[in-house]
């Protein structure tokens, strides 16, 4: 009886053996082990990349639309406290908050809540913009052109920008938006701009009846399972375990920003890849339909350039395409990938200064270069965001304006007063150390302009650690209010000067 007993438990042993193991070659591939020394090598190129960066911490993963290949941290949340970063800490993503905010209003047009190409007046009866090439361009802006980078705006609002987290509420921020100058007319060129993202969320409080924040929970991070996905600085501030970011030179960075459309974004990496899974699967969620497929291929398809949609980079790269967006600022650096026919993607956060595309674009095609993932055509039913894309817009519109045509730049004895040299005034929550200090007296590695004159003209020389950003000509639009020759507007007519709407200081 009892060797019959022990016949029995091997038997059950033995297929419980072979049942794991099937499920195991099922969810890793017959290729297991190579999956396995592939992971190894990856590993090997991050901690590269995180040492040649510089960075104190990091998350990456890979997956496919359906599992997490390879998931993993790497150093500390910051540099005081050594804490170390898991898969679970959250991250601030900066711009790739860009791709959020275009989710969300793809969702709300599919709720009837508000259209792609209805003038934004409607939505927002009070707003107004500045231009000097045509009047009343506010009729003329859409959600369509806003989140394409395409409604000519600038990048940096005058309230609450990267140089300024000094802010009491995001109304004061939206409406400081109001106060700027266009770069172009609307509709006729690309630039690529935090306003319209801001703008967008905006839009989505209004339209909505709830908050920014209280929309995403309930309409994009519930849906998603994003548990630990938010763009409510108060929750971020509670959280254990997040992450500070890290630039040479700045002792404390602010954690709260106004950018909350186009930079707001705090996750981990886990619910990073539930966010770009979503996208692979084209708007499903357990495999039931959450948002629409034509309206994801309408926020997937270009407007006025190849390379940039609604919110979401595009590459074209040899015989199929990716997605991408990356997100940097405040001391973080992000980036997210993904092939569509290919149904893989990549991610990475850190809480440093790196470029981070690079890298997940080598894991990516490391991993279709192995033979782990093949292209399916199937897959997008036909779809190919570069197939209708009108290329006559891309070619700059030979009826815009000239800025400098428009105002007046041959040199006046009453610019002198202008000539010199100004620095960005970093405010509200930067703390600099002590030798950065020193440094910035000295005038090393402080973002700058020179202005200047040659010949009859004035020009501006911009400078980012000392390198030049390149020279531009000025004309005056109004008195004291000058612009580059790109649409850049450099404004005196105020006890303290601006220009792109950062403050400036001798």
């Known amino acids: 009886m ?28 017959s290729g297991s082990a190579d999956t396995a020394a592939f992971i190894d090598e990856q590993r090997v190129l991050i901690k590269q990349f995180q040492k040649d960066s510089k960075l104190k911490g990091l998350a990456v993963a890979l997956f496919d639309n359906e599992r997490i290949i390879w998931s993993e ?82 990048h940096e609002a005058p309230i609450g920008n990267n140089y300024d987290a000094s802010f009491n509420s995001y109304e004061q921020h939206y409406i400081s938006i109001y106060d700027t100058w266009l770069k172009f007319p609307v509709g006729k060129k690309y630039s690529y701009s935090n306003l319209g993202f801001d703008l967008a969320a905006q839009i989505i409080e209004k339209m909505s009846g709830m908050t920014f924040q209280n929309y995403m929970k309930r309409q994009i991070f519930g849906p998603l399972s994003m548990t630990s996905t938010t763009v409510d600085i108060n929750t971020v501030l509670k959280s254990n375990n997040r992450t500070e970011g890290k630039v040479i030179g700045f002792k404390k960075l602010p954690i709260a920003i106004p950018m909350i459309g186009a930079g707001g ?54 015989t199929t395409y990716s997605f991408f967006h990356q997100g940097g600022g405040f001391g973080f650096r992000a980036c997210m990938k993904w092939y569509p026919e290919y149904k893989i993607g990549s991610v990475i956060l850190t809480n440093g200064g790196c470029s981070p595309y690079g890298i997940v674009s080598k894991i990516l095609n490391n991993y279709i270069n192995r033979g782990h ?134």
């Open 73 to 154: 941290s790497f150093g500390h949340s910051n540099q005081e406290k050594k804490q170390l970063i898991d898969t679970e800490t959250i991250f601030s993503i900066q711009s790739m908050s860009k791709t959020f905010i275009a989710t969300a209003i793809m969702k709300t047009v599919q709720d009837g809540l508000i259209d792609l190409d209805t003038p934004i007046t409607k939505y927002l009866p009070q707003f107004s913009i500045h231009s000097c090439y045509e009047k009343n361009p506010e009729n003329k802006i859409t959600l369509r052109l806003m989140l394409g980078n395409a409604a000519g705006f600038t």
């Open 265 to 318: 974004v705090y996750t981990n990496v886990i619910d990073l890849v539930k966010f770009v899974q979503f996208h692979l699967n084209f708007g499903k969620v357990k495999d039931k339909p959450f948002i629409e497929k034509k309206y994801l291929y309408e926020m997937y398809t270009p407007i006025i350039i190849e390379d940039y949609a609604l919110g979401i980079g595009i590459t074209q790269e040899k």
């Open 2 to 29: 009892h060797t019959m007993n022990l016949k029995i438990y091997l038997w059950r042993l033995l297929i419980t053996f072979l049942l794991v193991h099937t499920i195991t070659l099922n969810l890793f591939g």
């Open 373 to 506: 993932a093949s292209r399916d055509t199937t897959l997008t039913q036909g779809f190919h965001p570069l197939k209708t894309f009108p290329r006559q817009l891309q070619r700059e519109n030979k009826n815009v304006p000239n800025v400098l045509e428009i105002g007046m730049s041959t040199y006046r004895e009453d610019w002198d007063k202008y000539i010199g040299t100004y620095r960005f005034v970093f405010k509200g929550g930067f703390e600099f150390m002590w030798y950065a200090d020193v440094a910035r007296f000295f005038g090393y590695k402080t973002p700058k302009i020179n202005i200047y004159k040659r010949g009859n003209r004035i020009y501006l020389d911009e400078y980012d650690e000392n390198k030049s950003l390149g020279e531009k000509e000025l004309s005056e639009h109004i008195t004291g209010l000058f612009f580059t020759n790109d649409g850049e507007a450099l404004d005196f007519r105020s006890k303290i000067p601006t220009y792109r709407n950062i403050e400036l200081e001798r």
